[in-house]
């Protein structure tokens, strides 16, 4: 089974910064593309930034210039670097894995336990 786990979630002021990263581990032949959704409450799950293999990268217009995206293929570790965060980023926070599996029957997407992310004086 693969396990995504993220960490660096926390409570930071508006214009602040945080740093999320998320590592995938268990039976684990390649990972294709990797990305970050969030989730406010009563709100919808949206796609903040994707990164494929390749380092393509796609954002969400509302973090256009504010987040990046990057990740290390050696460590299979995907970041979320945020700055100058908005109350309006605040949500939980998931990663997600497109993984190719040894075992061909556990191919497809995988998500992390979510991080809380608050923006707040």
């Known amino acids: 089974q693969v396990q995504l786990v993220e960490s660096g979630g926390g409570l930071v002021q508006p214009g602040g910064s945080l740093r999320l990263s998320c590592t995938a581990s268990g039976n684990i032949f390649s990972i294709n593309a990797m990305g970050w959704y969030r989730q406010a409450p009563g709100k919808q799950r949206e796609l903040v930034a994707a990164?494929?293999?390749?380092?393509?990268?796609n954002y969400a217009d509302s973090v256009k210039g504010r987040f990046t995206i990057a990740r290390d293929n050696a460590k299979n570790t995907v970041h979320l670097q945020m700055n100058s965060l908005k109350p309006g980023d605040t949500a939980v926070y998931y990663c997600?894995?497109?993984?190719?599996?040894?075992?061909?029957?556990?191919?497809?997407?995988?998500w992390g336990q979510g991080t809380q992310v608050t923006v707040s004086s």
């Open positions: 997600s894995a497109d993984i190719a599996s040894y075992d061909s029957e556990a191919n497809g997407d995988y």
């Open positions: 990164i494929t293999s390749g380092g393509s990268t």
